[in-house]
């Protein structure tokens, strides 16, 4: 089954303390994102990948980090999580070509105390 | 002001009626897509578009570019369909890798 997939689906941590969600796709798709979605703001792009080794900044990067050393796995990493980054995180994939439509995981909630 | 908009905010409906969301954007586009977003939280796909318009099933989009204005109509309205639906835009060269998001729009449909 094609699916994008995300871990953990839920954590709760504390400020300061690194974490990983971790983002993984079957379908051999080039491009993955990862948004955040906050109330009354909508989603927002981190961070996206056109290809392995391949990752630029989007709207909100600050407090991130990524990497893109597979073609199908993309995580998203928080070096010192602040509770400003309490969010909803989705990560997306899809191909390289215009137009193109993106496959979402299911999520992650995140909670930093 | 947001680059895109989507009204209205919240919409409550009766089982059967015909519903029309809609979406604005003030940029240059290589593509717009319409998501629905399941009280679960997951983020599903309905269409992507560039020019005119779409079905799938009850779903109708359109996309008018000279106007920059996009539409998601769904007929015979059914408690199912209740969700939030994304609009969201895809930039021309440069920016098409980027996705800009609306807010959203509640739909709830009561029997």
């Known amino acids: 089954e094609a699916q994008v997939t995300q871990n953990p689906r839920y954590l709760i941590t504390v400020t300061g303390k690194k974490l990983t969600v971790t983002c993984s796709q079957n379908?051999?798709?080039?491009?993955m994102s990862w948004y955040r979605q906050d109330p009354g703001l909508g989603l927002r792009q981190i961070y996206y990948s056109m290809n392995v080794e391949v990752t630029d900044k989007g709207d909100v990067p600050e407090g991130y980090k990524v990497s893109r050393k597979e073609k199908r796995n993309f995580p998203l990493i928080l070096e010192s999580p602040s509770p400003n980054q309490t969010s909803l995180y989705f990560c997306a994939s899809s191909l390289v070509g215009n137009p193109y439509e993106q496959y979402f995981g299911p999520g992650t909630r995140l909670t930093v105390t | 002001k947001n680059e895109v908009e989507q009204s209205p905010q919240n919409l409550t409906a009766q089982e059967g009626e015909f519903i029309t969301i809609n979406c604005s954007y003030s940029v240059g586009i290589s593509a717009l897509h319409w998501l629905q977003q399941h009280p679960g939280g997951g983020i599903v796909s309905l269409f992507m578009?560039?020019?005119g318009k779409k079905k799938h099933g009850r779903l109708i989009a359109t996309i008018n570019i000279q106007e920059k204005h996009s539409s998601l109509h769904i007929t015979a309205s059914h408690p199912r369909d209740s969700a939030v639906y994304i609009c969201?835009?895809?930039?021309?060269?440069?920016?098409?890798?980027?996705?800009?998001f609306g807010t959203g729009t509640r739909l709830q449909v009561t029997l």
């Open positions: 578009l560039s020019s």
């Open positions: 379908m051999n798709h080039e491009y």
């Open positions: 969201a835009v895809r930039g021309c060269t440069g920016t098409a890798s980027k996705l800009t």
